[in-house]
C-alpha cells in the first residue's frame, strides 16, 4: 500500500547510522506538517538507505513537498509501532528548480484553452495549471445547452 500527503517540512532529525548483520546502515526521521480541515497536523517519516538520506539532503526546512510513502506496524512486547516509510519526496517549491518533477506540470488536457498559464509557479499556487480568463465587460456562455 503507498499512500500520499502534501505539506511542509518543519524539522529533520539527526541522521543515524550502524551496522548491522546485513552491512551499513543509514535512516533520517523528518517531520512534516499538513492541513488537516481547519487545523495543522504533524507526521514523522523516515527514509531508509545512504540514497534516500541524500536525496532528504535536498530539501530544507519549510519547504513544500509531496510525500509517498508505505505504512507499516509491529507487534513487541505487547505494544504496538508504527513506521512511516517515505520512498520519494518531490518538491512542490518550483522555484528550487531541485526535486520538482514532471507530475506537477499540467497534462496535455489541462494545458490547454483561454487562460492557460505554462508557468510552473502560478499553476503551484492555483493546483491545477489553468488560470481563468480574464473577464471583460461580456461574459461568454460556452455551455453546450
Known sequence: MSLEIEGKIIRKLNVQSGTSQRGEWSKQEFVVEYQE???PSQVCFNVWGADKVKDLEKHQIGDKVKVSFNPSSREYNGRW???LRA???ESEN???GEGYTA???PTKAEGTGPGYSPNPAEAASTGHG???PE???QEEDDLPF
Open 81 to 83: 509501532y508504527t513506521d
Open 87 to 89: 520512498w520519494k519526496i
Open 103 to 105: 507530475e506537477f506540470a
Open 130 to 132: 489553468y488560470t481563468a
Open 94 to 96: 518550483p522555484a528550487s
Open 135 to 137: 473577464q471583460s465587460g
Open 37 to 39: 480541515g481547519n487545523y
